[in-house]
């Protein structure tokens, strides 16, 4: 009985090998993945089927604090579908070759982590990349990270963060990609090119995640897990583009949000898994949880016990349970108990394999382990520019009072100052990966290589937090020696990313206090911020002459930053996010609508605060530059158009500077009257020129009728006959505008 029994396992086991592993084989008794799937389908127990919709965590890193720790037992019983946190080459081989060599049908894993901007070589935060505006070196940045994540025995990662908000005070501001939908849209979709690239047969590309699915931005009062209620409207035009956008660009896979939306947490939300995303969107690929999101079902109180949770997560259209282990408990006795429909399981499991083929790992179980090929893809010299690259890309330009910048780098004593000067860590920012902060370049080191015949002294100051000044008396004593000041403020890492919410944004601990006392000293004084997320920084806009604003910039920050101070690189990045006057006005955000009494600075009784302009400290889409970009009038090649026309929209941009620079043209809409409010501009178009000094553009853009559609009164999409307000510019206030006609 004993011997049957092994010897059925082994014969089961043999056929996997043979007609599904060895690509001769499959090719010969297969036309398709999803026969293939149907065979593995055939084999499989009920146990092994809810084994494979179940990702568990790793002790190799840790991202959150409930820890499996039986991971080997359930990757040895055939019980686990994939590991997350695992990387490596070799290590991952070893886990794999436990996977497919120990369980009765060697299914593979497949192994996720947090590959958010960058895998060893660090670029800069993805709100930071969002300022850019340049697609291409998004996708670009996107591309590296995939490279090295494959080679590092990856083959999925948990991005692109497709969440919109328009709340600051959320700490995974710093992940997305701002408050614009359609600036998100098209950031989406060219991460998710980047890291999928052209298909997995060299094994250089991984799989995408979108998340967090869906409006995790919007969390009341901007804290971080909270309940997120809102119209299906404003859901539908506002937060749903840019994940849709991601999945229309190929996306292999979605993770669920933490947040409820209206009254049904997102993991057990039917609406979204099965309506919207797999009928509405097509999408084919499986749906992950986020973090023990199934089990936190209960804390919810939609579910009571782990059979509950895990019946209304598989039934709204979860796929795959991360770290909750409910369904591998329970989904079986489910099952059999007609609680969940069997077809509804093998739906799952289907779309779980389905992606593991599509990443040939039943062919190759180890084609992402190579230990040669990740001594040899990591951190390679191209890697390290584009990095840099990307960095002086997303650094945007707040304030240059008498164009202060670019420095000239014969100033004889810089005097660079701050907790952030020279803090490795903090120049790679969160969510950094397998990012080896020691090997990131500081902004000392970099000005000190910038300009090595000047005289380069430091002093910290004082913390990032807290309220010790014992340093002050240093960098003031510094500070009134040199000629220059470069002064280095604002968050530390750990302060945005996952549970990091805010009720102050402004400096943290006494860097304002070090700030006001530096510039008493009467030298000049540039402000270099990296942080994550918009600050308020009234003070320093009043009193502060240039300030730079570097977010989190990656390895290379240091020779980046430098390069943008001094002028071998001219500033391009615009803002993806407002920053605030103060926390009393957020939610803040361009595209708002107008109220029945708009605001009239005449008016008592208009849309106004008593203690504060309406108007934030710096508007979305703004940015300086070294040189000065002027617009012509804009010009349109016709006033009136129909429903199978389009419109051309035509805008000159000259360079009156004498350096080069890159200009972001940024085209906006206004919908005059429609059946339901409309913003008072809406983003449609963006191009970003590089122009010589004198050198004029000629920047086109065309308007099709779709893209003046909306979600109607009835709430049907499309577009309605009327008037239209276009604008252009290079920013979202300061534009030229013209008249059209939908008729």
């Known amino acids: ?145 995939a490279i090295e994540a494959s080679a590092s025995g990856l083959h ?52 995408a995640c979108v998340k967090h699915f869906a409006a995790y931005g919007a969390a009341q009062a901007g804290r971080e897990y909270h309940s997120v209620d809102m119209s299906e409207r404003t859901l539908r035009e506002v937060y749903l583009p840019p994940y849709k956008a991601a999945v229309k660009a190929g996306a292999l896979t979605v993770m669920t949000s933490f947040n409820d939306l209206n009254g049904i947490p997102a993991t057990a939300n039917q609406f979204l898994l099965t309506d919207v995303l797999r009928k509405e969107w097509g999408f084919n690929g499986f749906v992950v949880t986020d973090y023990t999101s199934i089990m936190e079902l209960m804390n919810h109180g939609v579910a009571g016990d782990t059979a509950g949770a895990a019946e209304m997560s598989i039934n709204a259209g979860v796929d795959m349970d991360m770290q909750s282990d409910f369904f591998r408990v329970a989904l079986p006795g489910l099952v059999r108990s007609g609680k969940v429909e069997q077809r509804a399981l093998d739906e799952a499991v289907r779309r779980v394999l389905r992606v593991k083929f599509q990443l040939g790992l039943f062919d190759d179980p180890y084609r992402f382990c190579s230990v040669d090929r990740e001594k040899n893809e990591i951190m390679k010299p191209e890697f390290l520019a584009a990095a840099k690259e990307m960095a002086c890309k997303s650094m945007v330009l707040l304030k240059n009072k008498n164009q202060l910048l670019p420095l000239d780098k014969q100033i004889k004593h810089i005097a660079v100052i701050g907790p952030l000067a020279d803090s490795k860590r903090d120049m790679i920012g969160g969510w950094s990966a397998a ?31 807290g309220d010790r000044k014992d340093g002050f008396d240093e960098a003031i004593s510094l500070a009134s020696q040199a000629d220059m000041v470069i002064l280095a403020i604002g968050e530390p890492a750990w302060m945005t990313g996952e549970a990091t919410s805010r009720t102050d944004i402004s400096l943290p601990g006494v860097q304002q206090q070090l700030c006001e006392a530096i510039a008493k000293t009467g030298k000049p004084v540039v402000v270099v911020l990296m942080n994550g997320r918009p600050l308020t920084i009234n003070w320093i806009d009043e009193h502060i002459p240039a300030i730079l604003e570097a977010w989190f910039p990656g390895t290379k920050a240091g020779s980046a930053i430098a390069d943008v101070l001094f002028g071998d690189y001219n500033p391009s990045g615009k803002l993806p996010m407002t920053f605030p006057r103060s926390v009393g006005q957020i939610p803040i955000y361009y595209n708002m609508k107008n109220t029945g009494r708009p605001f009239d600075p005449n008016v008592n009784t208009s849309s106004k605060y008593l203690d504060s302009p309406n108007e934030p400290l710096y508007i979305f889409g703004y940015g300086l530059s070294y040189t000065e970009f002027e617009y012509g009038d804009l010009s349109l090649d016709k006033s009136e158009f129909s429903d199978n026309e389009f419109v051309t929209v035509t805008v000159t941009v000259k360079n009156r500077g004498i350096m080069a620079g890159e200009e972001v043209v940024q085209l906006y809409i206004h919908d005059e009257v429609a059946s339901a409010t409309r913003p008072v501009k809406e983003l449609k178009g963006f191009r970003k020129v590089l122009l010589q000094p004198g050198e004029t553009a000629t920047v086109n853009f065309r308007i099709f009728p779709e893209d003046l559609a909306f979600y109607k009164q009835d709430m049907s999409y499309g577009w309605e006959k009327g008037k239209f307000r276009i604008f252009a510019g290079g920013n979202s206030r300061d534009t030229k505008s013209a008249a059209i006609e939908l008729k």
């Open 1 to 145: 009985m004993n011997i049957r029994k092994i010897n059925l396992t082994q014969a089961a086991a043999y056929l996997v090998v043979v007609f599904i592993l060895l690509p001769v084989a499959i090719k010969a008794q297969y036309k398709d993945i999803e026969n293939r799937i149907d065979s593995v389908l055939a084999l499989m127990t009920l146990g092994e089927k809810a084994g494979q919709l179940s990702l568990f965590t790793n002790d190799w890193d840790e991202t959150g604090t409930f820890i499996k720790k039986e991971y080997a037992t359930y990757i040895n019983q055939g019980l686990a579908g994939g590991i997350l946190n695992a990387y490596g080459a070799g290590y991952t081989r070893r886990l794999q070759e436990m996977a497919v060599k120990n369980t009765r049908l060697g299914i593979p894993l497949i192994f996720g982590y947090d590959v958010i901007h960058g895998q060893q070589t660090i670029f800069p935060v993805p709100l930071a990349e969002a300022a850019s505006w340049d697609l291409a070196a998004i996708e670009r940045s996107a591309r590296v990270a």
């Open 156 to 207: 999925w990662t948990f991005a692109p963060m497709c969440d919109i908000s328009r709340d600051p005070r959320w700490g995974r501001v710093m992940e997305g990609a701002g408050e614009d939908h359609y600036l998100g849209a098209a950031i989406a979709a060219a991460r998710v090119k980047g890291f999928q690239g052209q298909g997995f047969e060299k094994a250089n590309a991984i799989a």
């Open 435 to 465: 990012g080896d902060a020691l090997k990131a370049e500081t902004i000392l080191e970099g000005i000190r290589a910038k300009v090595p015949k000047s005289r380069v002294t430091y002093a910290r100051g004082c913390e990032v937090t």
